[in-house]
């Protein structure tokens, strides 16, 4: 059962949200299945896309192209909030018994698009941030003919997995309700960002589920050649939108 999140403060600047049960997570994935089979070839067209941007990863990490899959990285973290938005856009369309046109969503994205970009580089600025901080601190790796350089704090294997995953961690607090809330409230990407940290950690247990949940659908993906993901992303996609909806409380 959802209970009201209430506030002492008014003047806040997040929206409220409600308490989660723990089932919650598999009711959202089961609504976004239904999406999917509402709107098949609608939903293939973008996982098709995110098929193409994963191969473009996995390329790039082949041939140790290292500057491009950086860039391509966060490309991703710009581009990609975009092709999610089209996804919600899709799942609101469905909510309110409409069909779902790309040219809908290609005009409600550009109506959003300075609260996408500003949203895209804050998450960048983090992922920098977490960049610059590992490159700092973690231990040069030796190879042939190069000198030895050794960070000034040197860092444990175990360590550094430690610190991205607290990096990746906030990253996902941070943007799991924000680019839904930009497209259903018009909201600023600041505002956004402390409604979703504010109900993830309202309901940390919840979260911590739906958030094993993404990254066990998305390997699955990976093990099949991104083949999966063609299906999952898009089922993703739909299911954060209902996990938005039955979260955060709309004014």
Known sequence: MKTLDTFENDASRYAACHKLSLIAPFVWLKKGWQDYRRAPWHSLAYGAIFFAVGWLLVYSSWTNESYFLLGLFISVLFV??????????????LELNHK????????????????????????????????????????MVVRPGQTLVTAAVPMSDVTFYYLAAIFAGVLYCANTFALPMIMDKDADAATAITTSLHAVWRNKSVMALWGLLLLTLTAIGFATALVGLVIIVPVLGYATWHAYRETIISS
Request: glycine letters at 8%; aromatic letters at 12%.
């Open 80 to 93: 990609g909030p975009g092709l999610f938005f089209g996804l919600y856009d899709t799942s609101q369309q």
């Open 100 to 139: 779902p046109s790309f040219r809908h969503e290609r005009r409600k994205a550009f109506h959003e698009m300075g609260h996408e970009l500003m949203l895209s580089l804050i998450l960048s600025l983090i992922f920098m941030v977490m960049l610059i901080l590992t490159s700092t601190v973690i231990d």
